[in-house]
């Protein structure tokens, strides 16, 4: 939510949003030192959350070096051993969004080393996946990362951005699956209640993209009206957009939300 | 939903996608000749939209996607092109 203006929380409140959830991610721009994310941190931690509260809206966060960044090992690693100074903060659930961006070896072993952190502060873990081209293989990548650290229980992981090449692998591997809705250029509603309808609601979950590019907070009560169109019962889409949420954020005792 | 119910609420809308995607069709070949693989990714996964099954959209997906299994070495820039250029490794 850095990147959006007051008036979309006043939006998400009015559609009936009751907590927002915001991952460390790129800016758009690769900071110049750690010190960049440093500030960052505290943005997320501390302004932002005053920020939604005018809107009587919790806001938590994610911490991490996103992959678009990774590539610079040294300073991944500089961000990488300042994060824990701030997982004791009261809004943040866990570490994320974390993955990969175009699959490279550096990308691979910081998202191994904050898998690593996350295990050994037992945090929840937020995951990215790659964009177009990339997404199929960085998924399966990810997957064996995840899978190849025992601490890890997928039951405390969301692997994000999944379509329809890459749900199955995620839920058949035990993890949290979610679906990030965008007005253009990729899942866009529709879709979403098509992978509901074929994969199942168990460990599905959808999302707003609320970024810097063309993206839309209300996203998700969208989708919920494509759900009522296709004719879904009140409890589906009640379970899909808020209960799923909640079962996988209240694994944080920090989640707490108005019912 | 029954069929019937799918063609009432989507056709429209897919009817002008589909135009759409012939007219985009269209603007290239008036741009004229010239080797871009995007163009010809494109042009593969339009041929799964005329396969039977109901996994068009994975089978698109996977057309446009990098087949290859191991890390890069490191990457030429930040974003993605939506197809993969050396469909000879695959």
Known sequence: MVSRVTDDYMAMVMAG???VCEPAFWAGFDRASAQGFYDYFRQLTEYEPRRAARYHLPHYSWLCINP???????L??????????FLDRENVLGIGEIGLNKNTRNEMRILEE???????????????????????KGTRLILDVLSSEPRISPGRVIIDHVEEHTIGMVLDAGFWAGITLYPESKCTPARAVDMFETAGADRLWMNCACDWGQSDPLAVPKAAVEMRRRGHSEAQIEKLIFENPLRFLSQSPRFKVRE | MDRRQLLDLYFIDARARLIDLAAFLDRLERAGAGEDFRAEAFLRALKELDKPGADRAKRVLLALSDPTQDPIAAASGKGACGAYPPFEDA
């Open chain 1, 76 to 85: 991944a690693r500089e961000v990488l051993a300042m994060i824990p100074d």
């Open chain 1, 68 to 74: 678009k960044e990774s590539e610079d090992v040294g």
């Open chain 1, 17 to 19: 949003c009751v907590a």
């Open chain 1, 114 to 136: 904050h898998v690593q952190l996350a295990a050994a502060h037992d945090q929840l873990i937020l995951v990215h996946t790659p964009h177009l081209e990339d997404k199929w």
